[in-house]
């Protein structure tokens, strides 16, 4: 161990005998320093602009334009250049045949350089290590752990790129093909998940040997056994690899044994890292205050139940617009999209099943081929795709497997328990395409435990949860492509005919009177008079002027404002009024909290305002209110908003106000809290009302949707996945302050450094 020692101390004084060692330090300390003030900066102009801040910790050093992740994209820049010399240097000088002839071993030697390594890289660490203590002296809930994970990352990087750098230095003679030889082989392995991903077992072990990206978990503040162990086995094998070169020139070997010694180690280093890939294997930390890497408790607590196998099979159609995701070469990226679930249950079975069908999502096909067969079709895409079209399965093949016609023959994935339990796990058409946790947990939730079921009121009028009309309400109850649709949240969702001797099905926890336009007959009068009489829950949709919904929902102490609500703006028509959550409204549902945070607000068309009265024996929360700084008022007179311009007469009956748009109530039947959600205008959850005609950013229809039926079913639908506040969120910068530390981290402490290493090379260049 001593002579390790003294031959690490011995490289360290070499490389800072030289110029090459300081530039390094002095580059990384300039070019961190100004990316640390960068952020520093935004953090202060956020301040003063009045937006605030959250996750201090983690904009400044892991973000997307993180200290920490800027970092990792430059680094490889800087170890070649230290690590060319180490063992080219002493081949091309001759000092290789002093340290031969001396008692020290091949494997001493190469210790001690890459222990040299080592230290040189904690430097680098010491300069982050500076930005830390300011972020700990500065920002209220410093998120330390999660920065040091960070820390460890970029440690175990640079050791990584210094054992192969000094690999290739005992290639050659020559430093700088060293170091270019290094930028290559780090390209290389930057490039390694990318080759022969289509082959199921070479495919794992590939994506494992890729150093790309290698580090965005732990700097994320998620550590991972597998992300620990890849470095630890990248730095052995190349350590080895170097010994045995070394070794290799010492006893002048054969050829062949050279390189049957070198696959033995590549081979073992391969396996080893394959092994440590398997889900059953993995360990994980999440180093984050709020652990953000990690499913919620609620998910969690989901996963937990799920005893017995679980296989998840991946449907993937080349006729599909969204077959890429699913295709041989990008497996592994989508198996990434589960690995939150997989972490709590590493047994899960992933397969992939291709095939080929005519989709309900790709009208380029009729476009393109006319008059083609789907066999035609399906093999002049395979062609352009460069696949091999046998392993893609014909219509006939895979509809003795599965039918997937009621999915549109998409992009799905069928989730299945040993029970027999299934579910169907889809992506949707909007920008995120895939499932979120809320998705996800909602289709593992079904399988452990009753959902709710919806009823939908028909025949009476009502909105339809299987029409196409704007104003019916298909899109947010069974619409599979819409990610906040009933049926992708955990419900089952059906039309409810209570006409004639049909009664309420078994299992129905809530029913949705949706704007009814003819009133109930009796036998259906009866049989929901006896539902809400035993303290059912409902959830109620109406407009203004209607005899009929004005008469049902007197029963539990509403009613509404003569007319309909305006709120003049400017080329809107009146009539569309923007409502907000109340305060009161944070306690029924998360997500009325985080529209009320991010100044959301609900669009309305001809809305009606609501007024409550507890004559009738509930309670009432107020959940959407007009927005008190626009003047609103119930209009009486003006039918036409387009061509007529409305205005307030008090004379008339009409009033300004601020009106509630939306009420909760509740009330105490035998042991269980009932409860009823009344909104006054039943097209803004409609398949055309989703998106208001108000050219105003913040519009947050859909929000309605989880946070009504979230509070409707006490908390079981949608999965609440909301996380915990950040709670580093407050900082000490100043203008003035990062000025300051702009100077000295920018310009002192590189200038520092430069006048140091200028005076300490020209008083050795004068010995």
């Not at 300011?134 to 920065?147: E, H, R, T, W, Y």
């Not at 339809?464 to 109850?477: C, H, N």
Request: with cysteine; aromatic share 10%.
């Amino acid at each position: 161990m001593r002579r390790i020692f003294k031959i690490a101390k011995a490289e360290l004084f070499t490389l800072f005998y030289s110029p090459i060692a300081w530039m390094i330090l002095i580059v990384f300390a300039f070019q961190t320093g100004m990316n640390f003030i960068g952020h520093l900066q935004e953090i202060v102009r956020s301040e003063n602009i009045g937006f605030g801040n959250s996750f201090i910790t983690a904009g400044i050093f892991s973000g997307n334009l993180g200290v920490f992740t800027a970092v990792q994209g430059y680094l490889y820049l800087y170890i070649p250049l230290m690590t060319m010399g180490l063992m080219s240097r002493e081949f091309s000088s001759g000092s290789i045949k002093l340290l031969y002839s001396s008692p020290v071993t091949s494997a001493q030697i190469i210790y001690g350089k890459f222990l040299a390594m080592m230290l040189y890289s904690l430097m680098l660490i010491g300069i982050l290590l500076v930005y830390v203590v300011i972020g700990m002296c500065a920002v209220k809930n410093f998120d330390l752990p999660s920065v040091l994970s960070g820390l460890l990352a970029l440690y175990l990087l640079m050791c990584a790129y210094a054992a192969i750098g000094l690999f290739m230095s005992c290639l050659t003679a020559y430093q700088v093909v060293a170091a270019l030889g290094t930028l290559v082989l780090l390209a290389a392995l930057s490039y390694m998940d990318k080759i022969w991903q289509d082959i199921d077992f070479v495919r794992d072990i590939t994506y494992w040997a890729s150093i790309s990206g290698r580090c965005n978990a732990m700097i994320g503040g998620l550590i991972c056994s597998e992300d620990v162990l890849y470095f630890v086995i990248v730095i052995a094998m190349f350590i080895t690899l170097s010994i045995q070169k070394l070794q290799a020139n010492r006893t002048h070997a054969a050829f062949t044994v050279v390189w049957g010694k070198y696959a033995v180690v590549v081979l073992a280093a391969m396996m080893l890292g394959y092994a440590t890939s398997r889900p059953v294997l993995m360990a994980y930390y999440d180093a984050t205050a709020t652990k953000r890497n990690t499913l919620t408790p609620n998910s969690q607590a989901i996963m937990a139940k799920l005893e017995g196998g679980l296989t998840i099979t991946t449907y993937v159609n080349l006729l599909d617009r969204e077959y890429y995701h699913g295709i041989p070469t990008q497996v592994n990226e989508d198996k990434e999209r589960l690995r939150q679930y997989i972490r709590f249950k590493p047994e899960t079975k992933l397969k992939y099943v291709y095939y080929y069908d005519k989709p309900s999502n790709n009208p380029r096909l009729d476009f393109v081929y006319k008059n083609k067969s789907l066999a035609e079709m399906a093999k002049k895409e395979a062609e352009i795709r460069e696949l091999d079209i046998n392993m893609f399965l014909t219509p006939e093949q895979i509809k003795k497997q599965i039918n997937l016609t009621d999915e549109g023959n998409t992009f799905v994935r069928l989730v299945e328990r040993e029970n027999g339990q299934k579910a169907w796990l889809r992506i949707y058409d909007d920008m995120e395409k895939f499932p979120s946790e809320a998705e996800v947990s909602a289709v593992f939730k079904r399988m452990v435990m009753k959902l709710p079921k919806i009823g939908f009121l028909q025949k009476h009028g009502e909105r339809d949860i299987e029409g196409d009309r704007i104003k019916d309400y298909t899109l947010f109850s069974s619409v599979k492509t819409f990610r906040y649709a009933l049926t992708n949240q955990g419900c089952d969702v059906e039309p409810l005919d209570l006409t004639g001797d049909k009664e309420i099905p078994g299992g129905i926890d809530i029913i949705v009177v949706a704007d009814m336009k003819e009133a109930l007959d009796s036998a259906t009068k009866r049989k929901l008079d006896a539902y809400i009489a035993n303290g059912g829950n409902l959830a109620v949709t109406l407009k203004p002027g209607s005899a009929v919904m004005e008469s049902f929902i007197e029963q539990f102490g509403l009613k509404t404002v003569p007319g309909q609500l305006v709120q003049p703006k400017v080329d809107v028509a009146a009539n569309a009024v923007m409502a907000v959550p109340t305060p009161a409204a944070e306690g029924l549902a998360d997500v009325f909290r985080l529209m009320r945070e991010q100044h959301k607000y609900v669009g309305m068309v001809k809305s009606a305002g609501l007024v409550f009265s507890p004559e009738k024996g509930f309670s009432a929360i107020p959940v959407l209110r007009t927005i008190d700084s626009m003047k609103t008022w119930n209009e009486l007179q003006t039918i036409d908003f387009v061509n007529d311009s409305a205005t307030l007469d008090v004379a008339t009956g009409e009033r300004a106000d601020s009106f509630v748009t939306a009420y909760a109530l509740t009330r105490k039947v035998g042991s269980k809290e009932q409860r009823i959600m009344v909104l006054g205008d039943a097209d803004c959850i409609s398949n055309g009302g989703m998106t208001p005609p108000i050219r105003r950013y913040g519009a947050s229809n859909f929000n309605i949707i989880p946070g009504m039926f979230h509070w409707l079913s006490y908390g079981t639908v949608p999965v609440d996945v909301t996380r915990p506040r950040s709670k580093d969120n407050e900082s000490s910068f100043t203008k003035g302050n990062v000025n300051v530390l702009k100077y000295a981290l920018t310009w002192m402490i590189p200038g520092i450094l430069l006048i140091g290493s200028t005076i300490l090379l020209i008083r050795r260049k004068r010995k």
